[in-house]
């Protein structure tokens, strides 16, 4: 398909804006410019998030822990979400309302990870947090009310990583036993270069020079790490299910495609979305593009129903 126009219209208004393509940001530009995006991200979803924070290998973790206001009762699936921004940037604040979005629309509590960034904590300090996060939450389960049975794990872009990774981790030290993963746009191999990568480096949203900088801050040493790219993993075998969504305009394409594959080979259920038209980021893009809207609908009853 084309490039949905709408899509098409904000990535002019963005190339307007920032005439200078190509250009390396210092870590506050880059930041800022995240929130800026995230600033478009905005929900109707009645979900209220609670702050908390939880001891950490490093410190203590915050955590926004989200419950649908639809539901009041106990035992819900819960979503333990990491947000993306290139392990350089975001915050429990910039996706908040794709994490309302999420719990009101797949029925869940979302538990949203304000791991450690980059380059102040580089490689591997996200992980840990993120691992840590995720085994509080499951000893927590009862205190939490949510279902030990139906823990999930997501995360978009770079957060898509550490999604990726604690799942992969979890199985290596047999648990905690998690029971889904949700894939939004991910970073899978950090060393790779593929044709998605070539043909969207520069123009749609997430560019090449974005790409390299954020690895130089985060794991300055060896790219080809699984904890750094999961899709180096040797052994992707008796992972939860997953589902994948990619977009057809994301220089993150093809190794979304590739990782689905893979898993697919190895025995694990997972399905596979590419959206047509649409480009990185188009789950926080919702208020703009009315086709992620819908895509973002059809991923909540995806996984509504992954975890019924």
Same mark, same amino acid.
């Given at each position: 398909m084309s490039l949905d126009p709408h899509a098409k219209r904000l990535l002019d208004m963005m190339a307007v804006a920032s005439p200078k393509a190509g250009s390396r940001a210092t870590v506050e530009q880059r930041r800022e410019s995240f929130r800026k995006l995230m600033a478009l991200s905005r929900s109707e979803a009645a979900a209220m998030g609670l702050n908390q924070t939880i001891p950490g290998p490093a410190g203590f973790i915050p955590l926004r822990i989200y419950t649908p206001a639809t539901s009041s009762r106990g035992g819900l699936p819960a +979503?333990?979400?990491?947000?993306?921004?290139?392990?350089?940037?975001?915050?429990?604040? /910039?996706?908040?309302?794709?994490?309302?979005? +999420?719990?009101?629309?797949?029925?869940?509590?979302?538990?949203?990870?304000?791991?450690?960034?980059?380059?102040?904590?580089?490689?591997?300090?996200?992980?840990?947090?993120s691992v840590a996060a995720t085994q509080w939450v499951f000893d927590n389960a009862d205190t939490l009310e949510i279902d030990p049975d139906r823990i999930a794990v997501g995360g978009d872009s770079a957060g898509g990583t550490l999604a990726a990774v604690v799942t992969q981790l979890a199985k290596e030290a047999g648990g905690p036993r998690i029971a889904f993963q949700l894939l939004l746009c991910p970073v899978l191999d950090f060393g790779t270069e593929t044709p998605s990568r070539r043909e969207f480096a520069e123009g749609y949203l997430l560019d090449r020079t974005t790409m390299e900088t954020d690895l130089a801050h985060y794991a300055p040493g060896d790219p080809m790490d699984p904890r750094v790219s999961p899709l180096r993993a040797l052994d992707l075998g008796s992972l939860p299910p997953a589902a994948i969504h990619t977009a057809e305009f994301d220089p993150l394409r093809d190794e979304?495609?590739?990782?689905? @594959? @893979?898993?697919?080979?190895?025995?694990?259920?997972?399905?596979? /979305?590419?959206?047509?038209?649409?480009?990185?980021h188009f789950y926080g893009l919702t208020t703009v593009i009315p086709s992620a809207a819908m895509a973002m609908d059809m991923i909540c009853r995806e996984v509504r129903a992954s975890l019924a």
């Open positions: +979503l333990i979400f990491f947000h993306g921004g290139g392990l350089v940037a975001g915050s429990l604040d /910039t996706h908040d309302a794709l994490c309302r979005t +999420l719990a009101e629309g797949i029925g869940a509590k979302v538990i949203s990870v304000g791991y450690r960034l980059a380059p102040e904590h580089p490689f591997p300090a996200a992980i840990e947090d979304g495609e590739a990782y689905a @594959r @893979r898993l697919a080979d190895a025995g694990v259920e997972v399905s596979h /979305t590419c959206h047509a038209g649409l480009i990185h």
